[in-house]
């Protein structure tokens, strides 16, 4: 059995932003030509300036990837060269070497008004000793008199080939729609009780879908459908944010509930019956979850109050309850527990930085602003080692967004 993984995030753009690649002189177009994949493509401007997208990822020492796109010039015309480079960089983002050079040379991409494109697959070299991060890089050359490249379909594969298990389908929540699709049997949906099926979470036999006021657990056996419901409260579009299972999988945690609830709730979800074992009660709009390593406190940060519940997991109490200092904005909407446990990471709805509070006293430890004007939270998460909490950070533009960067801690 083989597993793909994808290490880029949003690349093929159907998000209608770059975010979370970062772009000079470039954007994302609707209805493209060609059209490549889905609705939206990234698009590098013609003209003598150069344009580019670029996109950060965590790697592993020791493995290798397979590099996928598609290009195509905009209109009729002299297309530009285009340089497709991955760099490898350590955790001081110094670049330790390339993984991949590529140049396609002036007036090698095809028509778009033809409504064709060139796909190029390309692997990359071994990830050396002391790398933590792969930088992809797609930067078109100015020149004169030549068209603009559509971007699109973009796949770092990361390939495990000696799986010991088997997986029969994928599934995929349909945002906006109260169905998920059944992947490779494309034409094979499961309807659900409501709509915005984002947050989804796969354990043992079973797919836990958080939408709307329930969970729908999908039984990956025989794709037959049960819901778990809890409470008159709306599940956020927060995609995976909202939803968190402990280190054994027993425990299923969702949060609930929009700004115009008098308060907000976490389900617990018991998943070796499939039973709802708790309602916990949190402040307004819950919209993030992290656990400690040991499972036993729960934390929840509520963004309309910029708060944070602090919950025992052995008994499903609410132990404590602090407000957030929102030096960098309001909206606390980011949420992580750092690996050794020793803080937790607090982060705003386009905050200009992110917050450190010390673990268990929750104390305020320090405001860490980001390096450069106008940058935004975008993300948050722990690198695939466990080893380190980074945070990504860019600009409020779509059409251009200079820089990003990630805070090792």
């Not at 778009?112 to 190029?120: A, C, H, R, V």
């Not at 799986?163 to 945002?175: A, E, Q, R």
């Amino acid at each position: 059995m083989t597993l793909f993984q994808n290490l880029i995030v949003n690349g093929r753009f159907q998000l209608g932003e770059l975010s979370p690649w970062t772009g000079e002189n470039a954007c994302v177009i609707d209805a493209p030509c060609p059209i490549v994949a889905g609705q939206y493509s990234a698009a590098l401007k013609s003209g003598i300036q150069d344009a580019s997208i670029e996109q950060l990822v965590n790697v592993i020492q020791g493995e290798s990837y397979q590099l996928i796109l598609s290009l195509a010039s905009n209109q009729k015309g002299t297309s530009p060269s285009v340089l497709i480079d991955l760099e490898y960089l350590n955790s001081n983002f110094t670049v330790v070497e390339n993984g991949i050079e590529l140049v396609v040379e002036e007036g090698q991409l095809p028509n778009g008004k033809d409504g064709n494109f060139s796909t190029i697959i390309e692997d990359t070299t071994t990830v050396p000793q002391d790398v933590t991060f792969a930088r992809l890089k797609i930067r078109k050359i100015g020149s004169k008199n030549t068209t603009g490249v559509i971007v699109d379909n973009v796949i770092l594969n990361r390939v495990e080939t000696a799986l010991d298990f088997n997986i029969p389908c994928s599934y995929v929540g349909n945002t906006g729609e109260e169905s998920v699709s059944v992947i490779p049997n494309a034409e094979e949906t499961i309807e659900l009780i409501s709509g915005n099926p984002v947050a989804m979470q796969l354990i043992g036999n079973f797919v836990y879908v958080a939408n709307g006021s329930a969970i729908s657990v999908i039984d990956i056996t025989t794709n037959t459908l049960t819901d778990i419901a809890f409470l008159e409260l709306f599940i956020q579009y927060v995609y995976n944010r909202n939803i968190l299972t402990n280190s054994d999988q027993s425990k299923l945690y969702v949060c609930a509930g929009e700004s115009n609830d008098p308060e907000g709730i976490v389900a617990v979800i018991d998943t070796s019956s499939n039973t709802l074992e708790a309602l916990v009660t949190v402040g307004i709009e819950p919209v993030g979850l992290a656990l400690t390593s040991d499972d036993e406190t729960l934390y929840v940060v509520n963004k309309s109050e910029n708060t944070v519940s602090v919950i025992d997991t052995n008994d499903n109490t609410v132990t404590a309850s602090f407000t957030a200092t929102a030096i960098g904005g309001v909206n606390a909407t980011f949420l992580q527990v750092t690996p050794d446990d020793s803080k937790l990471i607090i982060g705003y709805d386009n905050g200009s930085c992110f917050e450190v509070y010390n673990i268990p006293d929750n104390t305020f430890n320090q405001s860490v602003e980001f390096p450069e004007f106008g940058l935004i939270m975008r993300s948050i998460g722990t690198s695939l080692d466990g080893t380190s909490i980074y945070i990504g950070a860019g600009s409020s533009s779509i059409i251009s967004d200079p820089s990003s960067f990630f805070f090792l801690l």
